[in-house]
C-alpha cells in the first residue's frame, strides 16, 4: 500500500509564498516517480511538476516555471514543491502523486498509480 501523506497549503496572499510537502515511504520514494497535481475548481486536473527517479531532472508546467521549484529529501522519503510569486488563478487542491512505471520527469498524459489527500491552496488577490 502506497500512502502519499501532503502538507503545507493555506492561504497566502498574490505574491507570497507556500512550500507544499508530500511524505511517504522508503520504498516509494525509491521505487515510484513523485509528482505535483493541481485542481482548480471547475477544471481538470493538471500536471504541475514532476521528478525524474533516472537523472533527478525536473519538469514544470509552463505556467509555473520560474516560480514553483520542487525537491526531495532522500533522507526524509519527501518531495517538496516551493512556490514563489503566487497568483490568484494558482488557488486550487493541489495532490502529490506516484507512477511506478514512470521514469522521466515528464508525465505527459501519464495518470498517477496513486494520489495523496489533496491540501488546498488558495492565493488572495
Known amino acids: 500500500q502506497v500512502h502519499l501523506v501532503e502538507s503545507g497549503g493555506g492561504l497566502v496572499q498574490a505574491g507570497g509564498s507556500l512550500r507544499l510537502s508530500c511524505a511517504t515511504s522508503?520504498?516509494?520514494?525509491?521505487?515510484?516517480?513523485m509528482g505535483w497535481f493541481r485542481q482548480a475548481p471547475g477544471k481538470e486536473r493538471e500536471f504541475v511538476a514532476g521528478?525524474?527517479?533516472?537523472?533527478?531532472?525536473?519538469s514544470y508546467t509552463d505556467s509555473v516555471k520560474g516560480r514553483f521549484t520542487m525537491s526531495s529529501e532522500r533522507a526524509q522519503n519527501t518531495v517538496y514543491l516551493q512556490m514563489n510569486s503566487l497568483r490568484p488563478e494558482d488557488t486550487a487542491v493541489y495532490y502529490c502523486a506516484a507512477n511506478r512505471a514512470l521514469f522521466s520527469a515528464d508525465w505527459g498524459s501519464r495518470q498517477p498509480d496513486y494520489w495523496g489527500q489533496g491540501t488546498q491552496v488558495t492565493v488572495s488577490s
Open positions: 522508503v520504498l516509494t520514494f525509491n521505487r515510484y516517480a
Open positions: 521528478l525524474s527517479r533516472v537523472d533527478g531532472s525536473i
